[in-house]
C-alpha cells in the first residue's frame, strides 16, 4: 500500500515538473505585471543574462510589435495589457518576453552604451526578428518552458500578410515554420510526444505548413545544406 502511494507520488511530481503552464488565471493589468516579474526574472536568471532589465505592462503609444517591446533607452520590456486574453499559459508569456529580451539584449551593444541601437532595428528588423525567435527559443528551454509556445503565440497574435518580397519582416507563416526548424534540429526531444500535440492552434499550425514541413524533412533526408524556401 505505501508502495503504491510512493509511486503515485512520483509520477505526480514528474507530471508536474513536464507538464507545460495551461493554467492561465490572468484577468488583470495587476495580474499581469505580477506574472511578467516573475516569469520575466526567471528567464533572465535561468540564462545568466547579466544585463540589467525590468517588466511594465502598459499601454505604450509606439511599439515596434503591435503587442510587446523593449526600450533601448531604459531597458524596460513593454507588454500592453491588451494581449491579456490572447495568451492561455505562461509559457505564452515566456515566448513574448523572451523574444523582446533577446532585442534588450541586443540593444545592450553599439555606442553610447546601446543607446542609439534601435537605429540597427529600423535598418534590418528582419535579422534581428528572426535571431531574436532563435534566442526566445533558447532562453525558454533554459527556463524550462515549452518553447513550442512561440509558435502558438505567433498563429494567435502574428498578422499574415499576402508578401514579404517588398516588406522588412518575414510572413509569420514563415517565421513559424523557421522557429519549428530551430527546434527540429537543436532540441528534437521537444517534439516527441509533445503536450501541445493536442493544442487547437498548434494542430493549425500543423496544418497549414504541412507543404513546408515536407520539405523540411526532404532537406533532412538528403542532408542538404541549402535554404528552405518555405512557401506562404
Not at 11 to 24: E, K, M, N, T, V
Amino acid at each position: 500500500m505505501r508502495k503504491n502511494f510512493l509511486l503515485s507520488l512520483i509520477i505526480f511530481l514528474l507530471l508536474s515538473i513536464f507538464q507545460p503552464s495551461f493554467a492561465w488565471d490572468v484577468k488583470t493589468t495587476e495580474d499581469l505585471q505580477s506574472r511578467m516579474n516573475s516569469v520575466g526574472f526567471r528567464i533572465l536568471n535561468s540564462n545568466r543574462i547579466e544585463k540589467r532589465f525590468t517588466f511594465m505592462a502598459i499601454n505604450r503609444v509606439y511599439t515596434r510589435d503591435f503587442w510587446t517591446d523593449v526600450s533601448s533607452v531604459n531597458s524596460i520590456v513593454w507588454v500592453k495589457p491588451v494581449v491579456i486574453p490572447y495568451i492561455d499559459s505562461d509559457d505564452e508569456l515566456a515566448a513574448i518576453l523572451s523574444h523582446s529580451i533577446a532585442h534588450g539584449v541586443d540593444s545592450y551593444e553599439g555606442i553610447l552604451r546601446g543607446y542609439i541601437s534601435i537605429l540597427n532595428y529600423w535598418v534590418a528588423p528582419n535579422k534581428y526578428d528572426l535571431n531574436a525567435d532563435k534566442t526566445a527559443v533558447d532562453y525558454m528551454i533554459n527556463a524550462d518552458y515549452n518553447p513550442l509556445a512561440l509558435i502558438t503565440i505567433l498563429n494567435k497574435i502574428g498578422k499574415q500578410y499576402r508578401y514579404d518580397a517588398f516588406s522588412n519582416h518575414t510572413l509569420v507563416s514563415r517565421r513559424m515554420m523557421l522557429i519549428y526548424e530551430y527546434i527540429y534540429k537543436k532540441y528534437p526531444y521537444i517534439l516527441v510526444d509533445n503536450p501541445y500535440k493536442d493544442n487547437i492552434y498548434y494542430q493549425n499550425f500543423l496544418l497549414t505548413s504541412r507543404e513546408n514541413r515536407m520539405k523540411l524533412l526532404e532537406k533532412i533526408k538528403t542532408n542538404s545544406t541549402k535554404k528552405i524556401n518555405y512557401s506562404y
